[in-house]
């Protein structure tokens, strides 16, 4: 599986950007997928997850009611919508997945075996 990440930005506290995670292969619809970010000097967290359906997804709490997952199967596309931003959420975010990734695992990054080349999101105050 490949992951090709796109849609961050610099953008001001308060606006919104959506990050869009395209992948190869005709398998994307059995994977549950996750976003996570890193930002500068600091380790590399989870942000959000959904499962193969798009049915159910899972949150950190420093983005709930901010941030939206979402997938498209068809287009094997998941997508982070991510609204009120706040210079806290500056990072690179990264697409991920793997056979082993389950949406009550979605967390342990040492589950995942894909990952996307990042996309920059810089959010000024």
């Known amino acids: 599986v490949q992951l090709q990440a796109s849609g961050g930005g610099l953008v001001q506290a308060g606006g919104s950007l959506r990050l869009s995670c395209a992948a190869s292969?005709?398998?994307?619809?059995?994977?549950?997928m996750g976003w996570f970010r890193q930002a500068p000097g600091k380790r590399r967290e989870f942000v959000a997850g959904?499962?193969?359906?798009?049915?159910?997804?899972i949150y950190a709490d420093s983005v709930k009611g901010r941030f939206t997952i979402s997938r498209d199967n068809a287009k094997n596309t998941v997508y982070l919508q991510m609204n009120s931003l706040k210079p806290e959420d500056t990072a690179v975010y990264f697409c991920?997945?793997?056979?082993?990734?389950?949406?009550?695992?979605?967390?342990?990054?040492?589950?995942?075996?894909?990952w996307g080349q990042g996309t920059l999101v810089t959010v000024s105050s």
């Open positions: 959904i499962n193969t359906s798009g049915g159910a997804t």
């Open positions: 991920a997945t793997g056979r082993s990734v389950t949406l009550v695992a979605v967390r342990d990054t040492e589950r995942y075996d894909y």
């Open positions: 292969g005709r398998t994307f619809s059995t994977y549950v």
